[in-house]
């Protein structure tokens, strides 16, 4: 599906506000209701947009420790590769897992409750895992900036 600028406006209108009704999303987009449900529809089918979520402040839900973690494998045998990815997946602590270049090969942001919980996943699941040859952890001391909102 080819993109328009009608289609970047729904976007970006979206991206701000996830829960306005079709009626107000058309009314900002300037279209019809059934035109903008359409697009929208559109959007969803073809995979552009994904989801609909709320923003949670991790610090005021009780997530008030987070790090990003470097992982570098020992082993890069399809079968290794596809167990990491798929355990660290599954956690729920793991909020967003990158294969990268460099020294490491798989950086992972991470919240949990506080350091013991956070030394809870190392221990119990991490360090656990085949193939793992060293974990750096970097504390996140301050959050400057985070957004799920892409430049559309």
Same mark, same amino acid.
């Given at each position: 599906?080819?993109?328009?600028?009608?289609?970047?406006? @729904?976007?970006? @209108?979206?991206?701000?506000?996830?829960?306005?009704?079709?009626?107000?999303?058309?009314?900002?987009?300037?279209?019809?209701?059934?035109? +903008?449900?359409?697009?929208?529809?559109? =959007?969803?089918?073809?995979?552009?947009?994904?989801?609909?979520?709320?923003?949670? !402040?991790?610090?005021?839900?009780?997530?008030?420790?987070?790090?990003?973690?470097?992982?570098?494998?020992?082993?890069?045998?399809?079968?290794? =590769?596809?167990?990491?990815?798929?355990? &660290?997946?599954?956690?729920?602590?793991?909020?967003?897992?990158? +294969?990268?270049?460099?020294?490491?090969?798989?950086? @992972?942001?991470? &919240? +949990?409750?506080?350091?013991?919980?956070? !030394? !809870?996943?190392?221990?119990?699941?991490?360090?656990? =895992? *085949?193939?793992?040859?060293?974990?750096?952890? !970097?504390?996140?001391?301050?959050?400057?900036?985070?957004?799920?909102? =892409? *430049?559309?």
């Amino acid at each position: 599906m080819e993109i328009n600028e009608q289609d970047r406006r @729904l976007l970006r @209108l979206l991206q701000r506000d996830g829960r306005m009704s079709n009626q107000d999303l058309a009314d900002r987009a300037g279209l019809s209701a059934s035109a +903008c449900w359409r697009r929208v529809k559109a =959007l969803e089918e073809a995979g552009i947009i994904s989801g609909y979520v709320a923003e949670v !402040n991790a610090e005021r839900a009780g997530l008030g420790f987070g790090a990003i973690v470097q992982v570098r494998l020992s082993r890069h045998d399809t079968a290794h =590769l596809d167990q990491f990815i798929e355990a &660290v997946s599954r956690r729920a602590e793991v909020l967003e897992l990158f +294969c990268t270049t460099g020294e490491a090969d798989y950086h @992972l942001r991470v &919240v +949990c409750e506080d350091k013991n919980a956070y !030394n !809870n996943f190392l221990e119990t699941f991490l360090f656990r =895992l *085949p193939g793992i040859a060293q974990v750096r952890t !970097n504390l996140i001391l301050r959050e400057i900036k985070a957004t799920s909102v =892409l *430049p559309i």
